[in-house]
């Protein structure tokens, strides 16, 4: 009688061995841990890379470095204004996001994303600044040395004008963009 013979090759060996989930925070579960990407973002202010921000942005850059210096007029003075309006929160809540994280890394927690609370808060202190901005020489003064301390080689100006203040639509829209960014 014929024996059966062994299979060629030995079953492939398990690709990762189980690891048991673990956390410094007895709180948080593997269950927690397990969510969505679109839940917990892997990082944070990863909203920046959607098209809407950089676009804001390029239209600050473009307007900056071409518009102002070749045409400038009156599209020129407000095609930043509407950009900075719109960037601005979104600058804060990234400032805000990577704070945490950095915090919550050290602790060894588990970070997760900022709340509409923050979102609103970051819409409110941008319309002020901009409309201090706007409405005060001498905010604009203190602005412009601001920025000259932080970035030495760039020559900031600010032009005070209240007919800037139309860009101020563009803070709840910033609003709503982080609202819906986090919810998709």
Same mark, same amino acid.
């Given at each position: 009688?014929?024996?059966?013979?062994?299979?060629? #090759?030995?079953?492939?060996?398990?690709?990762?061995?189980?690891?048991?989930?673990?956390?410094?925070?007895?709180?948080?579960?593997?269950? @927690?841990? #397990?969510?969505?990407? &679109?839940?917990?973002?892997?990082?944070?202010? !990863?909203?920046?890379?959607?098209?809407?921000?950089?676009? =804001? @942005?390029?239209?600050?850059?473009?307007?900056?470095?071409?518009?102002?210096?070749?045409?400038?007029?009156?599209?020129?003075?407000?095609?930043?204004?509407?950009?900075?309006?719109?960037?601005?929160?979104?600058?804060?809540?990234?400032? +805000?996001? %990577?704070?945490?994280?950095?915090?919550?890394?050290?602790?060894?927690?588990?970070?997760?994303?900022?709340?509409?609370?923050?979102?609103?808060?970051?819409? $409110?202190? +941008?319309?002020?600044?901009? #409309? @201090? $901005?706007?409405?005060? !020489?001498?905010?604009?003064? %203190?602005?412009?040395?601001?920025?000259?301390?932080?970035?030495?080689?760039?020559? &900031?100006?600010?032009?005070? !004008?209240?007919?800037?203040?139309? @860009?101020?639509?563009?803070?709840?829209?910033?609003?709503?963009?982080? =609202? &819906?960014?986090?919810? +998709?």
């Amino acid at each position: 009688m014929r024996t059966p013979s062994p299979p060629l #090759s030995p079953s492939p060996p398990p690709i990762a061995p189980s690891i048991p989930v673990s956390s410094p925070d007895p709180a948080i579960t593997a269950s @927690a841990l #397990s969510s969505s990407p &679109a839940r917990y973002p892997v990082v944070p202010a !990863d909203f920046l890379i959607h098209p809407y921000p950089v676009l =804001a @942005a390029a239209l600050i850059l473009f307007n900056n470095l071409y518009l102002k210096r070749h045409h400038p007029g009156f599209l020129s003075g407000k095609l930043s204004d509407i950009g900075i309006c719109f960037l601005l929160p979104l600058i804060l809540v990234a400032l +805000s996001e %990577w704070a945490t994280w950095l915090y919550c890394r050290c602790l060894g927690r588990l970070w997760t994303p900022t709340r509409s609370r923050l979102h609103l808060f970051a819409c $409110l202190v +941008s319309a002020l600044y901009f #409309s @201090a $901005l706007q409405l005060s !020489d001498v905010w604009a003064a %203190w602005h412009i040395l601001f920025v000259q301390t932080l970035l030495p080689r760039i020559r &900031a100006g600010v032009t005070p !004008d209240p007919t800037d203040l139309f @860009a101020l639509v563009m803070i709840p829209l910033a609003w709503r963009f982080l =609202a &819906a960014f986090r919810t +998709s």
